[in-house]
């Protein structure tokens, strides 16, 4: 079972149909302006417009009032890639909507709000996250000797220095990762860094076996509280690695 689609029962059938096609920009699947029902692409479920009468008498509602004023039943929702410059556009073509555009950080959306012709609610948003949120690029931790560094993250841990900077007399690398954030290191007075840096790894019981003799521990193996399983550690400068197995 799938939702096909929405339909929504309006009085002003061609004044609908123009707001949707006209001024929201949606694509026609199917129908025009001459008859009683038309479709429309969304990207994924269509929206569907047909004349209220028309559906009231296929199932017998005819002799039933239109609903009298009261809140809302229903409010349909359109995803954009901006919302503030749909706000501007949809204002450049004459709509008049309910607020302007905010977040909501309880819902995790910036949107605004706006009727259609039928008095249809329709939120326009943007999910929170799209817009705020931020990638993790890389970290770095500090250490005295940058040498001394590499050839510890190298032939104890099994890492790849793969950059240095700047080519002369280089202060920083960093390493190869397969995902997730670059992991770097730099020449800092400031040592060790405040902080843990985690490293996922496959098989966490076999690592731990391979490095607990060699490496000063600051946790050893063990089950978290909360459903994983890691150990801690310190480099030669004191800065703490966690392992946690995926």
């Known amino acids: 079972m799938k939702l096909s689609h929405v339909r929504l029962l309006v009085t002003d059938y061609v004044a609908c149909l123009r707001f949707y096609r006209d001024v929201l920009g949606l694509e026609v699947h199917w129908g025009d302006e001459n008859g009683d029902y038309i479709s429309f692409n969304t990207g994924g479920t269509l929206l569907a417009l047909f004349r209220r009468n028309n559906m009231a008498?296929?199932?017998?509602?005819?002799?039933k009032s239109l609903k009298a004023s009261q809140q809302s039943s229903h409010c349909l929702i359109i995803a954009v890639d901006n919302v503030?410059?749909?706000y501007e556009l949809l204002k450049s073509r004459g709509i008049e909507c309910i607020n302007t555009p905010h977040d909501r950080a309880s819902w995790g959306v910036r949107c605004f709000h706006l009727y259609d012709p039928d008095g249809n609610m329709i939120e326009v948003n943007k999910e929170t996250e799209e817009i705020i949120g931020t990638t993790l690029l890389h970290v770095r931790a500090n250490v005295t000797d940058l040498d001394k560094a590499i050839q510890w993250y190298e032939s104890v841990l099994g890492f790849k220095s793969c950059g240095h900077y700047p080519n002369e007399n280089p202060i920083y690398t960093h390493f190869e990762m397969s995902e997730g954030a670059q992991f770097s290191i730099a020449v800092d007075k400031r040592v060790p860094t405040n902080g843990r840096y985690n490293f996922y790894v496959k098989d966490v019981d076999e690592l731990w076996k391979?490095?607990?003799?060699?490496?000063?521990?600051?946790?050893?193996?063990?089950?978290?509280p909360y459903g994983s399983r890691k150990f801690t550690i310190r480099d030669l400068d004191g800065n703490e690695l966690g392992f946690v197995k995926r």
């Open 210 to 224: 391979s490095l607990k003799n060699k490496v000063e521990v600051v946790e050893e193996l063990f089950d978290t």
């Open 57 to 63: 008498e296929a199932v017998g509602e005819s002799e």
């Open 84 to 86: 503030d410059a749909t």
